[in-house]
């Protein structure tokens, strides 16, 4: 064949996957607005449903307080504007979880939590999920004056259906539904035991997990991606045992237990992984010879 008439070879390779990536794509969402979006929908059917709000403008305020510190701190430390998503989600996790007759809770809690994230790090690692800290550092400092939202704000089967679906589907697109599942699974399998060493009624032990509290612990605390081992069989352990020692301080009559299991696994396990890596990294290898 006459070389000056041969069809050129097709591209191939990185070429080819560069180009892909640069096509416009219908119906693609960055997956960083979806736990907003969820968390937004939780807000909105919550309010509608149980009208747990404590007020509107102490939960702008979490938020508003979220984002500016987030600023402020990111461009302080990392040198550019970063994202907002996370400072969003915790900020309005703030402003319905806590309970509190007085405006200033609302912003300390969400300053704390944001500035978690920068000050409390390790390997730059930060190790606890931020607004767990921040509410479980105000429940422990401000006991007088700060509660939590609690599950007498209903346990209504529609609007969970509706936001245990919509969560559902988001977590599972995020790669995070097995930490989600592993935990309501471990939940409800732990609840019988409490039952049987109390002897309260199951149901009242199964209860809890169908409160609007629950839906923010399930989808976004156990799953906050910055602040959980890195393995998915880990992912999976962890999860178990949060569920685990919250059974146990259940049982000892804590009252803000799924906070405080979290607080105390969640961090341990970070730290035992980081170990684990840095010592494996450690490790020289030894050469083999023929």
Not at 106 to 134: D, E, M, Q
Not at 137 to 164: C, D, H, K, R
């Amino acid at each position: 064949m006459n070389p000056e008439f041969s069809p050129s070879p097709l591209p191939t390779g990185p070429t080819v996957v560069a180009a892909k990536a640069a096509r416009p794509r219908f119906f693609s969402f960055d997956n960083r607005y979806l736990a907003p979006l969820l968390i937004t929908s939780i807000l909105l059917v919550g309010q509608v449903s149980f009208g747990f709000l404590e007020s509107y403008p102490k939960t702008a305020l979490a938020i508003l307080t979220s984002i500016l510190v987030e600023l402020v701190l990111g461009r302080t430390f990392a040198g550019k504007w970063p994202h907002l998503a996370s400072a969003y989600i915790s900020g309005i996790s703030v402003g319905i979880l806590i309970r509190s007759p007085a405006i200033w809770p609302y912003a300390l809690c969400s300053a704390i939590s944001i500035t978690s994230k920068y000050v409390l790090r390790v390997k730059g690692r930060h190790i606890w999920n931020p607004s767990n800290f921040g509410i479980c550092a105000m429940l422990f400092l401000a006991y007088e004056t700060v509660a939590s939202l609690s599950i007498q704000w209903g346990n209504y089967l529609w609007p969970m259906f509706v936001i245990w679906a919509l969560g559902s589907v988001i977590i599972w697109r995020l790669r995070r539904f097995h930490i989600s599942a592993t935990y309501v699974v471990s939940f409800i399998l732990l609840a019988f035991v409490r039952s049987a060493i109390t002897g309260h009624p199951w149901q009242a032990e199964v209860a809890p997990i169908t409160g609007p509290m629950y839906q923010l612990f399930v989808f976004f605390m156990i799953t906050d991606p910055k602040t959980t081992v890195h393995r998915r069989w880990g992912q999976c352990v962890v999860a178990f045992a949060v569920a685990l020692v919250e059974m146990i301080l259940r049982l000892n009559e804590v009252v803000h237990a799924p906070y405080y299991s979290l607080f105390l696994v969640g961090p341990m396990a970070n730290l035992i992984e980081i170990w684990w890596d840095s010592r494996k990294q450690a490790t020289p290898s030894i050469p083999t010879t023929a």
